[in-house]
T-cell receptor, first 114, second 112 residues
């Protein structure tokens, strides 16, 4: 079985500051990991994903995440926040064996102040 | 179509009525998911279809909720005898196995 924990339901940063959104997963088999973003009144959009290979994954809008197996983490970072990054971010996991559903974390709302 | 399509985009219904929500997945995607997003809540898993396998219904909150997927494509989520607590945005997504899920825009259900 898989599960995801996102630490912090809200994260506030100033424009230009580092963004760090935390995600820890639990999986009985090697995982596939995803970050999604949801802007107000919109659907979910994929930011980036880890399947196999390089553990540092780059996504859209300057975001990246690093898969750390020893820490069971997949934290999302961006060096410099923009006002347009204000949104809700969801981490998700699925197993890489067989046909497995996506399991989402509870989400982290990112607030960016001028 | 190019993306996951959900209809209607908005639905207002009276308490006690039945509603049907439709999802057209991306052509060729074998996996289809329904999630519910309530005010202040995260993404609550409802049901998962994968190919011809029996669906994973473990997330359905009560027996008033059911879903079917016909011909491995279009899916309908049915809520019988709607209650006010059913008010939420219902999101559908589709994917290839172990790949990213593509989400529709959702159906906003309001039970009055």
């Amino acid at each position: 079985a898989q599960s995801v924990t996102q630490l912090g339901s809200h994260v506030s940063v100033s424009e230009g500051a580092l963004v760090l959104l935390r995600c820890n997963y639990s999986s009985s088999v090697p995982p596939y990991l995803f970050w999604y973003v949801q802007y107000p009144n919109q659907g979910l959009q994929l930011l980036l994903k880890y399947t196999t290979g390089a553990t540092l994954v780059k996504g859209i809008n300057g975001f990246e995440a690093e898969f750390k197996k020893s820490e069971t983490s997949f934290h999302l970072t961006k060096p410099s926040a923009h006002m347009s990054d204000a949104a809700e971010y969801f981490c998700a996991v699925s197993a890489n064996t067989g046909f497995q559903k996506l399991v989402f974390g509870t989400g982290t709302r990112l607030l960016v102040s001028p | 179509g190019a993306g996951v399509s959900q209809s209607p985009s908005n639905k207002v219904t009276e308490k006690g009525k039945d509603v049907e929500l439709r999802c057209d997945p991306i052509s060729g995607h074998t996996a289809l998911y329904w999630y519910r997003q309530s005010l202040g809540q995260g993404l609550e898993f409802l049901i998962y279809f994968q190919g011809n396998s029996a669906p994973d219904k473990s997330g359905l909150p009560s027996d008033r909720f059911s879903a079917e997927r016909t011909g491995g494509s279009v899916s309908t989520l049915t809520i019988q005898r709607t209650q006010q607590e059913d008010s939420a945005v219902y999101l559908c997504a589709s994917s290839f196995p172990q790949s990213e899920a593509f989400f529709g825009q959702g159906t906003r259900l309001t039970v009055v």
